[in-house]
């Protein structure tokens, strides 16, 4: 499958429509941004590792029975996915506090939460991504009651899956951002990717940062910390 | 029933214990804050018009089947409830955008919402009131699944309810918030108030704000908007 025309460079990814109209080719990139854009860098390799990474991630979930934009991976970078029409509402799914819910809930870093917590943030950049909830997601017409349903039940089956598979991995699950889709056959898919640029990975024993927080928080070895996270899933 | 002993001074009422262990007295203080306390003030009869306009509200819902903490007004000031064992979470309802909605969803003041948005907010001064969702709420263990639904139900029946009789009387009923708590025997019961400084009331035909607005804002008017919503809810 050949790339034809880009159809939009996100912040990470550019995505290109190919000879199948209900197909596109993901083609990840090495830029990396933070902070809702103000902070912007590149981390060397980025690409070829999220790109392996998320692939691998979505082999499992799609094992596991998760519907999944994943068709295969074509080479190093690029991916090819169904084409959906992605939701636009971003699906956190947090099993220790960091971040935001830190501060929102007067929380220290790195507190385990009682229950998995699910939050929904609107996909805009112009508004600066806010939180929202199911009903502002009603009143502007963001999805059907029945869409939201199954990414609830999707997001929590999904970390159930990826917490127990990092485990084994050595890996602590804090938190990670989840898309969804609807493809050409009006079916909800998992969508976007699944990499240390949208999960908080901490290692169990040593609670040393693997994701991007090394970029946003200027901790170094950013590479390093993506590469050591392919190294793990390929164990 | 006599005042005892002050159990707690809030921003806008004074709670006190009564013979009864399972009541309190309620007593409305003219005093007004705004942005979380930053912004203080005096609005000259607020206690008396805010403990005989939340008393009509509470009366009216408990006609309409809603479990309230209502006992009776004693005096002008003075309101005999149950005691409630405050649930920590304010529950905001909105049927047209204003406030921090209209920021949130990038929507201009006065825009209806396609429909009620609920909100939940975690009561608490020290973090300045964040939003926050359900999942939250169970990790923090503010409320369990029960009463939470039961909440959501209420305050979606209250809003209904208030929307229709303040059509009547030439007001839209923007948004309010609602407190709920577990009485004695343990069922959830609406507590707290609802007058001008916990609802958003336009006149239907103006849209003249007549509500607490007056004096977050600095619009002038603010006791006789207070006033004009009393004067119609008696009519
Ligand atoms: N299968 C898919 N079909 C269509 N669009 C997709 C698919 N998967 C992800 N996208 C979208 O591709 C865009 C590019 O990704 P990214 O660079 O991460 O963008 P952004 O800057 O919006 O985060 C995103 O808007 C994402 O929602
Ligand atoms: N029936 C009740 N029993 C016990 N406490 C109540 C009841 N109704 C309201 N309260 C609480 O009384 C306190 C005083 O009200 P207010 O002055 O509005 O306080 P605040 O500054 O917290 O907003 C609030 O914390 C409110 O939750
Ligand atoms: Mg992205
Ligand atoms: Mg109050």
Sequence with gaps: MEKLEMLYEGKAKKIYSTEDTDKVIVEYKDDATAFNGEKKGQISEKGKLNAKISTIFFELLEEKGIPTHLVE????????????DIILVEVVMRNIAAGSIAKRLGLEEGTE?????????YKSDEL????INEYHIYAEELATKEELDM????AFKINEILVEFLADKGIDLVDFKLEFGKGADGQVYLGDEISPDTCRFWDSKTKK?????????DLGEVEGAYQEILRRLEA
């Design 209 to 217: 940062k693997l994701d991007k927080d090394r970029f946003r928080r």
């Design 151 to 154: 990414i609830k039940d999707l």
């Design 73 to 84: 991976q074509l080479n190093e970078t690029d991916v090819l996915t169904k084409k959906l």
């Design 113 to 121: 939460l009682k229950k998995p917590v699910l939050e929904f943030y």
């Design 128 to 131: 600066g991504d806010p939180m």
